[in-house]
């Protein structure tokens, strides 16, 4: 019963901040409202059993991932929008269209299945996520994701990095 | 322990709420303008992608899930770097925030 409590208080909250990072017109506003969601998430993930990734949740996205978004946007300010009425603002239904229609599919799809143990109580879980599974689970099986990322990381400095010396060039090697 | 309540949260749940936050953030993509705001919406996407990732890997009893969510994260950290770099580029070229007006490849 608590666990039901927790889940509907932590949904709630996920649900709320989410339509508040879509809807606040500040920059600043709607990544403070991201943070809500990420936490809200991270409690999620601690009734399922995954409390390693709940704490790279807070660490990883809430900590470093927001707050570089928080410096960029405190870099350059706090801009208003361009004017609506201009292109993007006639397709906005076609938008609204399209995730109603998904909406509705996905309602009939979660009313429809029969996938076993879907509607029960879960089964009881062994060690899944703890950092030692995670671990084993890395170094066993997934090696070569895990490199993967990691070379991924390197590409991605690289081009932050190529990005930034060329906009530097640009303005006159400030 | 939480998970083992006599009265649990069934997987429907997790998955319903779950894609109700990728639709809030497939919405999110579509509507905004401000390419900052635009990476945020990706954000909510790529956790509600997590969330069902997670859940999957409580109710099959296995660890594979929360490895996958691992892995998303790191792509969400290349992907958030690499288009906080692009937006600051753009912003150093004195053009608007505003992904209507990025045109100049439009054929």
């Known amino acids: 019963m608590g666990e039901q409590i927790v889940f509907g208080f932590a949904a709630a909250a996920a649900l709320v901040s989410a339509v508040m990072v879509i809807t ?8 403070v409202a991201l943070i809500g969601t990420l936490l ?22 809430a900590g470093a991932i927001v707050v570089l978004f928080l410096f960029v946007i405190a870099y350059l300010g706090e801009r208003p929008v361009a004017e609506v009425g201009d292109r993007l603002g006639r397709y906005a239904v076609f938008a609204w269209l399209a995730v109603i229609g998904l909406a509705v599919q996905g309602v009939v799809v979660l009313a429809t299945t029969d996938l076993p143990g879907f509607r029960d109580d879960p089964v009881q879980a062994g060690d899944i996520g703890s ?7 890395f170094i066993d099986r997934y090696i070569v994701p895990f490199e993967a990322t990691s070379l991924a990381l390197l590409v991605a400095a690289i081009g932050a990095v190529l ?3 060329r906009a530097v060039r640009s303005e006159g090697g400030r | 322990m939480i998970g083992e309540a006599v009265n649990g949260v069934p997987l429907i749940l997790y998955i319903g709420l779950s894609g109700a936050l990728f639709l809030l953030g497939l919405l999110g993509v579509m509507i905004r303008r401000n390419p900052l705001l635009l990476l945020l919406a990706v954000e909510l ?9 997670v859940a999957f890997s409580r109710y099959w009893n296995v660890t594979d899930g929360q490895i996958f969510a691992l892995v998303v994260m790191v792509v969400a950290a290349t992907e958030v770097v690499i288009g906080l770099g692009l937006v600051v580029a753009v912003f150093r070229q004195r053009l608007a925030l ?3 007006q990025m045109s100049t490849l439009k054929g």
């Open chain 1, 40 to 61: 809200s998430l991270a409690v999620l993930f601690v009734l399922l059993l995954a409390p390693f990734v709940a704490a790279i949740q807070v660490i990883v996205y």
């Open chain 1, 24 to 31: 606040l017109k500040g920059p600043f506003r709607a990544t």
């Open chain 1, 131 to 137: 950092p030692e599974a995670i671990g084993r689970s």
């Open chain 1, 163 to 165: 990005l930034a010396k």
């Open chain 2, 98 to 100: 505003d992904v209507d």
């Open chain 2, 45 to 53: 996407l790529l956790n509600s992608a997590n969330l069902s990732l």
